[in-house]
């Protein structure tokens, strides 16, 4: 029984997906025009609760009521508006690698094109007003026109399909606009060569496909890559295991038929199918993934194993305790997910500037036409104006600038063992000018030593071990093994009461019996020794228990390296000599003693006063408010499970350099998400205008337009830098 913090509250932050949520892949999806029909389509089936669609992972997340709906209405919905939609659990691995060559065989071949017929009307250029036969001169636009057609036709096929699902679906996305674009520069030019006139312009239309084709598989890339991730880890499950049934016979089963309480029998070279515990056997194992450490783990019986772990020496007998999605693999690659599912602050921002300027680019392009021919101007020479106004409107760059920075810094934290839990989680921590760490289990490894149970008989040992069982905090694992090193044993005890921050309590026949800091239990006026935890029963005298901690091998550094990140940094939970020694350790001049939940919050709300925004550390059940509380959280992959709900992130391995990490990549992408919107901003404010004075042709709005587009793919993809994975 756990008091004073409200789980629903902290759950919440983070969906998880459940029997009546339905994850879909959605391929189609290009803008943010196409994510909000995807989300409105599925809204409008009737037992669906909430629709979320993501733009970077190319999927939407539906919870719906199963007594109403079903996954094929769900399907069937989307499909009607022209969005072809399969569940992720089926849906192929390599569709993303299929979709990368389909675009890369198109951008060859409009590339081929777009050099020859630029060769073509450079000759025809150099040759006006000169010694040029007009009859070659007709001939080379000819030559231009039978190389235009067909690249038009097969290149432009994802512009087209797309933009003619959007209006099948009487919506309006970026593809319709380019698509129009397209059709009537590549129409006006062959109506041109027939009539035999000089303005022609396929190079225009053949090169703004070139660069939007580029500029889309670059994009395509990027989402690919970060996709693939968390697809990847899922493989390391693996697909069979070998199961020992009670007779002793061995058995092959698909991972994901896998319960708790199988018996599994793995290799050696065989990755482990499920978490478990080893019941027999000994010998090492590569759990990098889970750890980042590099080198190889011993493990024995009692020794807890993950999905995924790969087995390196002997043969190891497992008894599963999660199996299939309940895995921390799945529970890895969930929060993956999560991260994509949200939209953030300058997300949703982008968003609405895109819903409101891809109509508009249709009114510019009409107004430049009607004003021309207003002052004037023949058809030939408005529609020619239009054309360009409607290339150069497209507003691809303002769409791609979050998400593809979202994606590589999400990207680039994975590799560096960082899931990224909160949709907005790099935003908030990019704007923190504060740290606040809990000391044992993040500035620390979480892993103390009961240093003095041989002044202690079993007897209480194992009473006081049975009751830090039913503990979630890290500290419980001091005591399972001390009591297995010795001969005492001890029975995990139910209806434990555990008050954050003070201890746990549970009534027996011989009184209630507590364990927790000194005043918990009764022992205030004794003098502190350091690490220490308290035992007592009914009206016995306190008995105290010391522990030693080992630092993070890399605290210091890494609190060096955030001083120069940001102005000032604080370390909570520290008090007494040897606690005042772990913060000087490690480098931070301030630390607070003893702060309850509470207290911890109100020291946050207080720094929130003053104008700061903080970045709490935090790993244990009493720290999962003040994660909650803080501008910015993060929690270490051993944090109990309401600290890892309550956290913006969670990181893995031994050493605290994920943190400054966290830090420095938020920071890097803020700063590259504005450049992106001032790259998009500069381009239409001085763009479209030009454009629609006449002083932009439609080959140098295809430059200039596409030119943008890549400009910020390219600069977010800088940000996924190399890493491990």
Known sequence: MTAHVPPAALAAQVPDVSPNTLVLAVDEMHCGACLRSVERAALRVPGVISARASLAAKRVTVTYDPGRASEVDVIAALDRIGFTAAPIETAKQDRGDARQKYLLRRVAVAGFAAMNIMLLSIAVWSGEGGDMDPALAGLFRWLSALIALPTVVYAGQPFFTSAVAALKGHRLNMDVPISLAIILATGMSLYQTMLGNEQVYFDAAVTLLFFLLVGRYLDESLRVRARGEAQNLLSLQGGVATVIDADGTRRKVAAHALRPGDRLLVAAGERVAADGVVSAGKGQVDRVFITGETAPATVAAGTQVYAGTLNLTQALEIEVTAADTATLLAEISRLMMAAEQGKARYRRLADRAAQIYAPAVHGLGLATFLGWLAFGAGWQTALTYAIAVLIITCPCALALAVPAVQIAAASRLFRRGIMVKAPDGLERIAEIDMVVFDKTGTLTLGKPQLIDNEAVSDDLLARAAALAAASRHPSRGPWSRARSSGSARSCPLRDVAETPGEGLAIMTPHGEARLGSAAWCGAEGEESEGAE?????????????????????????????????????????????????????????????????????????????????????????????????????????????????????????????????????????????????????????????????????????????????????????????????
């Open 533 to 725: 935890v308290w035992y007592r029963q009914g009206d016995g005298r306190p008995v105290r228990f010391r522990f030693v901690d080992t630092m993070r091998p890399d605290a210091a550094e890494t609190v060096a390296a955030l001083k120069r990140q940001a102005s000032r940094w604080r370390c909570s939970r520290v008090t007494g000599p040897p606690r005042r020694a772990a913060a000087r350790d490690a480098g931070i001049e301030t630390w607070h003693a003893e702060l309850k939940p509470a207290g911890k919050i109100a020291w946050l709300e207080a720094r929130a006063d003053e104008g700061h925004k903080v970045l709490m550390a935090g790993d244990g059940l009493n720290d999962a408010p003040a994660l909650a509380a803080a501008h910015a959280s993060i929690s270490p992959a051993t944090a109990a499970d309401l600290s890892q709900r309550a956290a913006d992130f969670v990181f893995q391995g031994a050493k605290l350099a994920p943190v400054a990490e966290a830090i420095g990549t938020g920071k890097r992408a803020h700063a590259m998400a504005i450049q992106n919107f001032g790259v998009a901003g500069v381009y239409n404010i001085i763009c479209v205008p030009l454009a629609m004075a006449g002083f932009v042709t439609p080959l140098i709005a295809a430059i200039v337009m596409s030119s943008s587009s890549i400009l910020v793919t390219l600069n977010a993809a800088r940000l996924a830098g190399r890493g491990r994975s």
